[in-house]
């Protein structure tokens, strides 16, 4: 009888010593699956913030940056003008256009010369060359006037982008790192009605470091 109830434990045993390993697989499957999507969700702020904890690199991480601007914003008094923030895209950088251009224009004004010459001197810096840089123009919902410079807001977006650049092309940030783009009154940091608009929030040229 011993001999028997014996067997009868060491069957059920056989039977059963697969379902440890099984449950240690399962596990290890569930953590893999919760790891990619807190990858899958992460933007490229929090995912530089993780790659700096794990190694060292000579790129100046987008959060460190942000203190650079945000240190030329007050140097240069334009809390006003100039807000600095960081996005899941990349540190964006905006410049309301009245301290870079005259209503309806696309020529910098002589006295922009001081603040693009300190963005540049950001750009330029070794550990930040690497990045790419989108300037964006941008503008708010009124139609320009029949005998304006440009035929619509669209052409005045993208040509005061590309004044930009070229200014910083004189300063030495290299041609390969921009893209210039004019998105006109399609991306408006306030919506604007028929009775609220023209707002000057609206009205800016953006740097998107990426």
Not at 141 to 155: I, Q
């Amino acid at each position: 009888m011993e001999i028997k109830l014996n067997n009868e434990l060491r069957g059920k045993t056989d039977e059963t010593h697969w379902l440890m390993p099984y449950s240690d697989m399962v596990t290890l499957l569930l953590a893999f699956f919760v790891l990619f999507f807190a990858i899958s969700q992460v933007d490229q702020v929090k995912f530089e913030m993780i790659m700096e904890y794990f190694s060292k690199t000579d790129t100046m991480p987008l959060h460190e940056l942000e203190k650079r601007f945000r240190e030329m914003v007050r140097t240069h008094q334009l809390e006003e003008s100039v807000d600095v923030e960081l996005t899941p895209d990349g540190l964006m950088v905006n410049f309301q256009d009245n301290i870079l251009f005259d209503s309806g224009h696309a020529e910098l004004k002589a006295n922009s010369g001081p603040i693009l010459d300190a963005l540049a001197d950001i750009l330029n810096s070794q550990d930040v060359v690497t990045r790419k840089i989108q300037v964006q123009g941008h503008t708010d919902s009124v139609p320009l006037s029949e005998n304006a410079l440009y035929p619509s807001n669209w052409e005045l977006s993208t040509a005061r982008s590309s004044s930009v650049i070229r200014q910083l092309l004189t300063a030495n940030v290299e041609a390969p790192r921009f893209l210039a783009v004019g998105f006109a009154d399609t991306h408006m940091k306030e919506v604007e009605t028929e009775g609220r608009r023209g707002l000057p929030v609206n009205r800016r040229v953006s740097l998107l470091i990426k």
